[in-house]
């Protein structure tokens, strides 16, 4: 939350230029400046590559690993230690490549399962927004390396998650049984994840992946409870969607995935409205109103 202020202040220090207001411009660009830096100097972590809400009362960075480690991303916060190292952008955005390889579903909040609904395995629409923004908003010649290979949470940096390979929860599978390996990884993507573009670089991989994956959910489990379109998609049949418990619904959307097997990351929309706009050149932005 402490990234908003620095890109609010930034914002009016260019319309008060414009209106020519040079100090006031000159005094909101100062005040983003010392956000910034502390904001580095106190949330991000250069071992771990990832940010951290600050623990007034111990005097130390805690050590739950969320998604608001991309919010400053997100507003254009970008650590130099990252600006100048490829392979560090990477890690500091390897969270999503684990959820795309190893699970069915879009980004959790935390990987930490408490019963809460802010925890796994939850998941919440503006987060997928901010994540994507994030990556979109990294340097182009950090993005250039294709996405490496390899088991998914071995490229997390060490520590960055705060838990151990075997405490991840499982990807449960349909017909019974749990997967703990990238069970959703293909050649050049992941299920749901779309097709592969040749030479694209690691950053544009991860959006393509959490964008498609992100959709199919909403999609999937709303037609699953209920979702139709008039003289174009018929709803389903009332014995398949009694199995849901939809048989008074008109589509509900939880942001886990139908096939090939149950995501157990979910997400409520509930009162808003998704209206999705894809542009020509594959870049997908999502916009929430309220109803």
């Given at each position: 939350?402490?990234?908003?202020?620095?890109?609010?202040?930034?914002?009016?220090?260019?319309?008060?230029?414009?209106?020519?207001?040079?100090?006031?411009?000159?005094?909101?660009?100062?005040?983003?400046?010392?956000?910034?830096?502390?904001?580095?100097?106190?949330?991000?972590?250069?071992?771990?590559?990832?940010?951290?809400?600050?623990?007034?009362?111990?005097?130390?960075?805690?050590?739950?690993?969320?998604?608001?480690?991309?919010?400053?991303?997100?507003?254009?916060?970008?650590?130099?230690?990252?600006?100048?190292?490829?392979?560090?952008?990477?890690?500091?955005?390897?969270?999503?490549?684990?959820?795309?390889?190893?699970?069915?579903?879009?980004?959790?909040?935390?990987?930490?399962?408490?019963?809460?609904?802010?925890?796994?395995?939850?998941?919440?629409?503006?987060?997928?927004?901010?994540?994507?923004?994030?990556?979109?908003?990294?340097?182009?010649?950090?993005?250039?390396?294709?996405?490496?290979?390899?088991?998914?949470?071995?490229?997390?940096?060490?520590?960055?998650?705060?838990?151990?390979?075997?405490?991840?929860?499982?990807?449960?599978?349909?017909?019974?049984?749990?997967?703990?390996?990238?069970?959703?990884?293909?050649?050049?993507?992941?299920?749901?994840?779309?097709?592969?573009?040749?030479?694209?670089?690691?950053?544009?991989?991860?959006?393509?992946?959490?964008?498609?994956?992100?959709?199919?959910?909403?999609?999937?489990?709303?037609?699953?409870?209920?979702?139709?379109?008039?003289?174009?998609?018929?709803?389903?049949?009332?014995?398949?969607?009694?199995?849901?418990?939809?048989?008074?619904?008109?589509?509900?959307?939880?942001?886990?995935?139908?096939?090939?097997?149950?995501?157990?990351?979910?997400?409520?929309?509930?009162?808003?409205?998704?209206?999705?706009?894809?542009?020509?050149?594959?870049?997908?932005?999502?916009h929430f109103s309220d109803v």
């Amino acid at each position: 939350m402490r990234s908003f202020p620095d890109k609010s202040h930034r914002i009016l220090g260019d319309y008060f230029e414009k209106a020519g207001s040079t100090s006031k411009a000159t005094s909101h660009r100062s005040t983003a400046s010392n956000l910034r830096a502390g904001i580095l100097d106190l949330f991000w972590d250069s071992n771990k590559l990832a940010f951290y809400d600050y623990n007034l009362t111990s005097n130390a960075r805690n050590e739950i690993y969320s998604v608001a480690t991309f919010y400053p991303f997100w507003v254009g916060i970008v650590p130099p230690d990252v600006l100048g190292n490829q392979s560090k952008a990477f890690g500091a955005f390897a969270s999503i490549n684990l959820v795309m390889n190893r699970y069915n579903g879009t980004l959790p909040t935390t990987f930490i399962e408490t019963g809460l609904q802010w925890d796994l395995p939850n998941a919440w629409p503006p987060h997928q927004h901010i994540a994507l923004e994030a990556l979109r908003n990294l340097p182009t010649n950090l993005t250039t390396n294709s996405l490496p290979g390899g088991n998914s949470f071995d490229l997390v940096p060490s520590g960055q998650l705060g838990i151990t390979e075997d405490q991840l929860l499982p990807q449960h599978i349909r017909g019974g049984g749990n997967a703990t390996e990238d069970i959703s990884t293909l050649s050049g993507t992941v299920v749901n994840g779309g097709s592969a573009v040749n030479g694209e670089g690691w950053s544009q991989t991860l959006q393509r992946e959490l964008a498609n994956r992100y959709t199919a959910a909403a999609f999937c489990s709303w037609y699953a409870t209920g979702g139709s379109i008039p003289n174009l998609l018929p709803r389903r049949p009332d014995e398949q969607l009694n199995l849901t418990g939809s048989l008074n619904n008109t589509g509900n959307v939880r942001f886990g995935l139908c096939f090939p097997y149950p995501s157990f990351f979910h997400a409520h929309t509930s009162p808003s409205v998704m209206t999705m706009i894809f542009k020509a050149n594959s870049k997908i932005h999502f916009h929430f109103s309220d109803v």
